[in-house]
Each structure stands twice: as C-alpha cells, then as structure tokens.
C-alpha cells in the first residue's frame, strides 16, 4: 500500500520568510509525487510533481520541492512567502502499476502567511 | 467543459435515504477519481476508475456505497441508507491518462446527512 504523511497540521511564517511545508512517503516501486493546494472555498489546484529527472521540481506561484530518495520526502519550499499563500496544502503519491494509478493524498498543511 | 463539474453541489438528506452524486469529467479524460473530504481528515479515497473500469474500489467504506461511470464519461456515486457519518464533501477528479497526469478536481458536493 502507498501512503503519505505530512506531520504538520500547520504552519505559520511571517510574509518574506521562506516557507517550507513536509511530505514523507511510503510506496514501493518508483514514486510519483504531487504537490496541491486549496485555497478558501475553491477546488484543489495541482501545483508541481515529480516524475523523473531533477530533484528539485519547479511549479506554480514560484513553489518548488525537492524529492530526497534517501529521506522518501518531497518537502515544498517558497523563497520569500505571500500572504495570498495562505491555504491547505496537500502531497500526493502514486505509482505506475499494472497500467494504472492511485492518487492517495496526506491530511493536508494548514499554511497560514502572516503580513 | 471546461473543468470537471459536480452536482448537485450541495445536498440535504435524511438518514436513511439514499442519495446519488454527479461527476462530468474533462472531456477525454480516462482516470476519474472520487474522495471524501471530511474536516480534520484530509482527502479519503474512495474509487478511480480508468475507463469504465474499476481497477481500484478499496476506499469505499462499506457496501452502502457504489459508483458506476458510462460511456467512459459520467460518473455516479450512490450512498444508500446514509448515515450521519456520511456527511462531507465528496470530491471528484479526472486525469488525462492515468494517476501519473496532474488531476483536475470539481468543487465538490456537499453532503448533509439530518
């Protein structure tokens, strides 16, 4: 089975800091790892994965995450936070087998940005 | 259309009766995913269909619940004899190919069990 866990049910940082939101994963087989977020009575938007290739993934909204085999994490990080930031965040894995995939999702990071 | 839409998109019922949810997937979309999000809970999965298959039904919680898609398109979860712990929002999403592809979701439907 496939999980992921994201051990923050919040976090807070002040605008202009750098954020960084954590995401473990359990799957066996090669991971493909999902970054989403939701923002105040809106739908879950996709913000970045990671498939192959460069560690480090860059998306939308100038996020980015780094995928650590090693560590099984895919943390996602900002430079210099926004107080538009605020939202819930979601990581997401799923893997290629039998010629489909899951999506399984973490409970989810509260980011809340303060001015 | 131009995104996935759900209907309706909110929904009041007695417990007991059975209640029927709608999903419209991204047109050409093969992957069709339904959750249930229930606060402080995350995103629970219930069942991703590729085509009109159900390769994966693990997450639904018990036999009240059944979705069924037609025509590679449309797909309906029922709830039967809901229950007050059925409350929450119930969230679907498509994907061009497989789980591999970026998922679009709708706004969800909004379950209320009285």
């Known amino acids: 089975a496939q999980s992921v866990a994201q051990p923050e049910d919040q976090v807070n940082v002040a605008e202009g800091n750098p954020l960084t939101v954590k995401c473990t994963y359990s799957v066996s087989g090669n991971p493909y790892l999902f970054w989403y977020v939701q923002y105040p009575n809106r739908g879950l938007q996709f913000l970045l994965k990671?498939?192959?290739?460069?560690?480090l993934v860059k998306g939308s909204y100038g996020f980015e995450a780094e995928f650590n085999k090693s560590q099984t994490s895919f943390h996602l990080k900002k430079p210099s936070a926004l107080v538009s930031d605020s939202a819930l965040y979601f990581c997401a894995v799923s893997r290629n087998r039998a010629g489909y995939s899951t999506l399984t999702f973490g409970k989810g990071t509260m980011l809340l940005v303060s001015p | 259309g131009a995104g996935v839409s759900q209907s309706p998109s909110n929904k009041v019922t007695e417990k007991g009766k059975d209640v029927e949810l709608r999903c419209d997937p991204i047109s050409g979309h093969t992957a069709l995913y339904w959750y249930r999000q229930s606060l402080g809970q995350g995103l629970e999965f219930l069942i991703y269909?590729?085509?009109?298959?159900?390769?994966?039904k693990s997450g639904l919680p018990s036999d009240r619940f059944s979705a069924e898609r037609t025509g590679g398109s449309v797909s309906t979860l029922t709830i039967q004899r809901t229950q007050q712990e059925d409350s929450a929002v119930y969230l679907c999403a498509s994907s061009l190919l497989t789980g591999l592809d970026e998922a679009f979701f709708g706004q969800g439907t909004r379950l209320t069990v009285v």
């Open positions: 990671y498939i192959t290739g460069d560690n």
């Open positions: 269909f590729q085509g009109n298959s159900a390769p994966d």
